[in-house]
């Protein structure tokens, strides 16, 4: 058992968003970069299924759902000035999610060593009432919902490396201690929350993790969030299981932020987070794509993310080339302190 699980369907190209940056050509440069790539390594390409909508509906307000229904239903329409739509969103978005649980199950009960999800529309900013930003249902919480409700795991750690702070993801789960978010993000940027405070709330304090860095940490400040944050908060926690809402919006080419992280330092995060899974919970993970909208370094970072997850030892470069003027660890240092201090890591 040493497959890793790439799960996909046509139907996630069913979701007509227009001239938007999250458009289906973000998932036919995925697919077409992942089947020409040589010596990919033990993976295995596997049919998203579709969930149902109650399975929606378990981190979903119904009545939220049940108005994304409609709206297709009618032709379409914006659910904010920059979420849309279309007749067939919701057989996209359930195609999502159903990829999203598909590979939790298949990891958490052995079949598959671990994963990735290449689906769209993304999720990790659809709160429990809302979407936005591109997302509609939110696939990596749906995916953690289930794995607590048929006791695949109790206790799971997402570790979010969009450049956007997964609110949807911390909204859902901000009263959980089951469930550990971390999210680690450009700030100031959209949507504008995930500061160091926001860290929980009742029986889920201490239990969302906020990590907001400076345009232009680069690598280097990210693999010190690895090192410095994120690895003692997992030890601390010991998940059964790790899920990653994985976005490459960080990239240094993205039109979307400005971070310099650069297609090997991608594949870097995911290793670090798969040795981490190794040593704490069998190596159970799976990634689900989230934003990234340059083309090139979008399917160039995800086909990093596949061969670490695969044990390929092939590197890929950035297709971009080496970005200049990265601030690196000095730039992450504030941020690092303050959050360490925060969850008592200090010492």
Not at 101 to 118: S, T
Not at 312 to 327: F, K, N, T
């Amino acid at each position: 058992m040493a497959t890793t699980g790439i799960y996909y369907s046509d139907a996630c190209l069913l979701h007509d968003t227009g001239r938007h940056p999250e458009s289906r050509e973000r998932l036919e440069a995925i697919v077409q970069r992942l089947h020409s790539a040589p010596e990919l390594g033990d993976v295995e390409f596997l049919e998203a299924q579709p969930t149902t909508l109650e399975a929606v509906k378990s981190v979903h307000a119904p009545s939220y759902v049940d108005r994304v229904v409609r709206m297709a239903a009618a032709g379409g329409d914006w659910l904010d000035a920059d979420t849309v739509v279309s007749p067939r969103s919701v057989d996209a978005a359930l195609r999502a999610a159903g990829g999203a649980i598909d590979a939790a199950v298949a990891v958490a009960g052995g079949k598959l060593k671990n994963a990735f999800v290449a689906v769209r529309p993304p999720g990790h900013h659809a709160t429990s009432a809302m979407g936005m930003g591109f997302c509609l249902f939110n696939n990596v919480a749906i995916a953690a919902r289930h794995l607590l409700r048929e006791r695949l795991a109790e206790r799971i750690a997402i570790v979010d490396f969009d450049v956007h702070h997964g609110n949807g993801t911390q909204d859902i789960f901000y009263d959980e201690p089951a469930v550990l978010t971390l999210s680690m993000h450009q700030m100031p940027l959209y949507p504008g929350s995930g500061r160091y405070t926001e860290a929980g709330r009742g029986a889920g304090q201490g239990y969302t993790v906020n990590v907001p860095l400076p345009p232009g940490t680069g690598d280097e400040g990210y693999a010190f969030v690895m090192e410095a944050v994120v690895a003692p908060l997992l030890r601390r926690y010991r998940p059964d299981f790790i899920l990653v809402p994985a976005g490459y919006d960080a990239h240094w080419n993205d039109p979307l932020a400005n971070m310099k992280v650069t297609t090997p330092g991608f594949g870097q995060m995911v290793s670090q987070i798969s040795v981490l899974a190794e040593d704490l919970c069998g190596g159970r993970m799976a990634c689900t794509l989230e934003g990234g909208y340059d083309l090139k370094a979008l399917a160039s970072s995800v086909e990093a993310t596949v061969r670490v997850l695969s044990g390929s030892e092939l590197e890929v470069r950035d297709p971009h080339g080496v970005p200049s003027g990265a601030l690196g660890r000095d730039a992450a240092e504030p941020a690092v302190s303050a959050v360490r201090k925060i969850h008592g890591l200090l010492g």
